[in-house]
């Protein structure tokens, strides 16, 4: 499975962006995904995650209630809606499928 993430992009604080990540495979429809961040001198830490249906997802705390993830299964694609963003969420963000698929990372830099 490959996964190619994209949407990253410089925004100010407040601001909006919506992350998209395509994977090749239809295996992807089978499998919960997430995103996970990494930010410069920190761990990569997990933001979100989803079941392989959509019913049920975990947000972190840092980012409850401004973020939402979401996956279009007949397009084999996973979202991540960041609304009312902030300096601290600046990071390189990761998609993710269990088998230790990543995609290459798209970054977010928040900045006035």
């Known amino acids: 499975v490959q996964l190619q993430a994209s949407g990253g992009g410089t925004v100010q604080p407040g601001g909006s962006l919506r992350l998209s990540c395509a994977a090749s495979g239809s295996v992807f429809r089978i499998l919960p995904s997430a995103w996970y961040r990494q930010a410069p001198g920190n761990q990569r830490e997990l933001v979100a995650q989803i079941t392989s249906s959509g019913s049920a997802n975990y947000y972190a705390d840092s980012v409850k209630g401004r973020f939402t993830i979401s996956r279009d299964n007949a397009k084999n694609t996973l979202y991540l809606q960041m609304n009312v963003l902030k300096p601290e969420d600046t990071a390189v963000y990761y998609c993710?499928?269990?088998?230790?698929?990543w995609g290459q990372g798209t970054l977010v830099t928040v900045s006035s």
């Open positions: 993710y499928l269990p088998g230790n698929f």
